[in-house]
C-alpha cells in the first residue's frame, strides 16, 4: 500500500465505548497529525507529532486520547465520546512538521457517536 | 487569530464554464497559501501551494492567485468538466509556522 491509509473507514460507537483509530503512512514522513472535520464548520487541528513525539495539543479534550508508537503509525484512542464527537477525522503526514504545505492527507474515519 | 472564509459556499455550474472560487484571511502574515480538493468521504489531495513571495501558481486548468496584502486567494478552474465535482479548501499557514488553518470550503457541483 502507498500514501496514507486509515482503519476502520467507519466507526459506529456509544458513548461508554472504547475504541481505537489508526492511521498509517507509508511516506517515510516523520510528522503526523489528527484532525477533525465537522459539518459545515472548518478542519480543526487536534494533535501533531514529530518523531514521535507530540508537539501540538489543540485544547483536545481528555476522552481523545492520540499515541504513536513510532513515525510511521497514529493512534486515537477514544473513551467516553459525546454525540458532538461525531465528525469525519482525518490523519495526514508530513515530511518534518515544518513542512506544513506537504501534508498527504488518508481517506479519514467517518466516526458516529450515538 | 486566523480565519479563513470561502465563499460561495456552494456552487452549481453547467459543464465548460469557467468558474472562480473565492478565499479571504483575516491575518496577511503568512508563510503560503494551499488549495486542496475534497471528494465525498475522502481526504484531502493538495493543488496547488502558492507560496507568500508569489502571485499566482498554475496546474492544468487550475490557476490560483494570491493578494496578501488584501488578504484573498482565487482558484480559477477553466472549462469545468464533471470530474471536478467536488468540495474545495483552502487553507493558510501562517509565518510563525505552527500550523494550517481551514476555510469552510466550497462544494462545487459541475452538471453535464
Known amino acids: 500500500e502507498t500514501g496514507v491509509t486509515q482503519t476502520p473507514r467507519h466507526l459506529v460507537m456509544g458513548m461508554t465505548n472504547k475504541k481505537s483509530l489508526k492511521c498509517e503512512q507509508h511516506?517515510?514522513?516523520?510528522?503526523m497529525y489528527w484532525y477533525k472535520q465537522s459539518a459545515k464548520k472548518p478542519l480543526e487541528l487536534m494533535f501533531v507529532?514529530?518523531?514521535?513525539?507530540?508537539?501540538e495539543n489543540n485544547s483536545v479534550p481528555s476522552r481523545f486520547s492520540p499515541e504513536c508508537p513510532n513515525s510511521s503509525h497514529l493512534f486515537l484512542h477514544l473513551h467516553t465520546l459525546q454525540p458532538e464527537d461525531s465528525a469525519l477525522y482525518l490523519c495526514?503526514?508530513?515530511?518534518?512538521?515544518?513542512?506544513?504545505?506537504?501534508?498527504?492527507f488518508g481517506p479519514g474515519t467517518r466516526l458516529t457517536v450515538t | 487569530k486566523q480565519e479563513v472564509t470561502q465563499i460561495p459556499a456552494a456552487l452549481s455550474v453547467p459543464e465548460g464554464e469557467n468558474l472562480v472560487l473565492n478565499c479571504s484571511f483575516t491575518?496577511?502574515?503568512?508563510?503560503?497559501l494551499q488549495w486542496f480538493r475534497q471528494d465525498p468521504g475522502k481526504g484531502l489531495t493538495s493543488l496547488l501551494l502558492?507560496?507568500?513571495?508569489?502571485r499566482e501558481q498554475t496546474s492544468g486548468r487550475l490557476n490560483a492567485s494570491l493578494d496578501k496584502s488584501s488578504g484573498r486567494s482565487t482558484l480559477y478552474i477553466a472549462a469545468s468538466q464533471p470530474g471536478d465535482s467536488a468540495t474545495y479548501l483552502c487553507?493558510?499557514?501562517?509565518?510563525?509556522?505552527?500550523?494550517?488553518?481551514f476555510g469552510e470550503g466550497t462544494q462545487l457541483t459541475v452538471n453535464p
Open positions: 502558492i507560496q507568500s513571495s508569489q
Open positions: 487553507a493558510v499557514i501562517e509565518t510563525s509556522g505552527s500550523r494550517l488553518t
Open positions: 491575518d496577511s502574515a503568512i508563510y503560503n
Open positions: 507529532y514529530n518523531f514521535k513525539e507530540q508537539t
Open positions: 495526514a503526514s508530513s515530511p518534518t512538521a515544518l513542512a506544513l504545505g506537504e501534508q498527504y
Open positions: 511516506l517515510g514522513h516523520n510528522a
